[in-house]
């Protein structure tokens, strides 16, 4: 129903920036939940940030501050803009969407598994 196609990861030195792109499909990208997630190996997936479909950002306190998330939503597309990074950011990086909710509480659920739809993912490494 939603096709999401992440892009922009690579391997980058520790201190370094990166962008990454996720492409979505659909008519209604504008009224999306559309979240950034991080899965290392041997760890479980994790929140990183998200842009909720009013425009309102809210970040993972482990890259506050050094990430920003924006969106387009004239081109269907939501970035993830890390910087200063650290070896430990090394990770696949997933972009996820799930219909909007004006409810507080909805729109603060950032497990994964709140979230309908899912990209293939794009590797992140950071060397040391």
């Known amino acids: 129903q939603v096709q999401l196609v992440e892009s922009g990861g690579g391997l980058v030195q520790a201190g370094g920036s990166l962008r990454l792109s996720c492409a979505a499909s659909?008519?209604?990208?504008?009224?999306?939940?559309m979240g950034w997630f991080r899965q290392a190996p041997g760890k479980e997936r994790e929140f990183v940030a998200v842009?909720?479909?009013?425009?309102?950002?809210y970040y993972a306190d482990s890259v506050k501050g050094r990430c920003t998330i924006s969106r387009d939503n004239a081109k269907n597309t939501v970035y993830l803009q890390m910087n200063s990074l650290k070896p430990e950011d090394t990770a696949i990086y997933y972009c996820?969407?799930?219909?909007?909710?004006?409810?507080?509480?909805?729109?603060?659920?950032?497990?994964?598994?709140?979230?309908?739809?899912w990209g293939q993912g794009t590797q992140v490494t950071v060397s040391s």
């Open positions: 842009s909720w479909s009013g425009g309102t950002t």
């Open positions: 996820a969407a799930r219909p909007g909710s004006a409810a507080l509480l909805l729109r603060l659920r950032v497990s994964p598994k709140d979230y309908d739809y």
């Open positions: 659909g008519r209604t990208f504008g009224a999306y939940d």
